[in-house]
């Protein structure tokens, strides 16, 4: 099994949608969560950090659930800037895990 | 400022040749990390370096060396290219462990 498990996607939205990912992870004890965002064809950035209590920017909520293992990120009136890859990253063991990313494609 | 750089963008290799790529960052972090990005697998980490002076292996290290020549480079040496090393190369400037600042990528064919 692999230690951080993403839905790969594509992910085909119209502008204005809600789009929601999850991800899973395999260590239960993994300690921190986070979203990373990839363009096509460039390096990956941080989007967000993902709390045990939730965490909103924007349009983008994150949220943990540790009882089930997966952290969900939720994007709320998608734009076509929004399309990318999002990387699922779990931080524990002095090791940081990505995950093979799930893709996101906002049409008109 | 610049942020990370990596030289070069794009490199062939055939089996057998031998190159290094060029990392370096003006954010002052301490820790620098070499991944490979491959397609299905995600982020796979070579090597790390937490500090000037120290280096560790990752999770993929055979076939590579690092040198980590002071506090803003970091390179990445292929001794003997293998197209099993065929991949998109990144390297990180960390702030934290889970802070990264990754370089725009070096794309690697190795025929």
């Known amino acids: 099994r692999k230690e951080v498990e993403q839905d790969p996607g594509p992910f085909n939205v119209p502008e204005g949608a809600t789009v929601a990912f999850n991800c899973t992870y395999s260590n239960s004890a993994s300690q921190s969560f986070f979203w990373y965002r990839q363009d096509c064809r460039k390096e990956p950035k941080l989007l967000m950090s993902?709390?045990?209590s939730g965490n909103e920017d924007g349009r983008f909520t994150a949220q943990l659930n540790r009882a089930s293992q997966y952290i969900s990120l939720l994007i709320r009136d998608s734009k076509l800037s929004d399309s990318a890859t999002y990387l699922c990253?779990?931080?524990?063991?002095?090791?940081?895990?990505f995950g093979t990313g799930t893709r996101l494609l906002v049409s008109p | 400022n610049a942020g990370v750089t990596q030289t070069p963008k794009f490199q062939v290799l055939k089996t057998g040749q031998s190159m290094t790529l060029q990392c370096a960052q003006d954010m002052n972090h301490n820790s620098m990390y070499w991944y490979r990005q491959d397609p299905g697998m995600g982020l796979r980490l070579i090597y790390y370096s937490a500090s000037e002076g120290t280096t560790d292996k990752g999770e993929v290290p055979n076939g590579y060396n690092v040198s980590r020549l002071n506090k803003r480079e970091f390179s990445l040496r292929l001794e003997s290219a293998a197209p099993s090393q065929t991949s998109v190369y990144f390297c990180?400037?960390?702030?934290?462990?889970?802070?990264?600042?990754f370089g725009p990528g070096t794309r690697l064919t190795v025929t």
């Open positions: 990180a400037s960390v702030k934290r462990e889970y802070e990264q600042y």
């Open positions: 990253v779990v931080w524990g063991f002095q090791k940081l895990v």
């Open positions: 993902v709390y045990s």
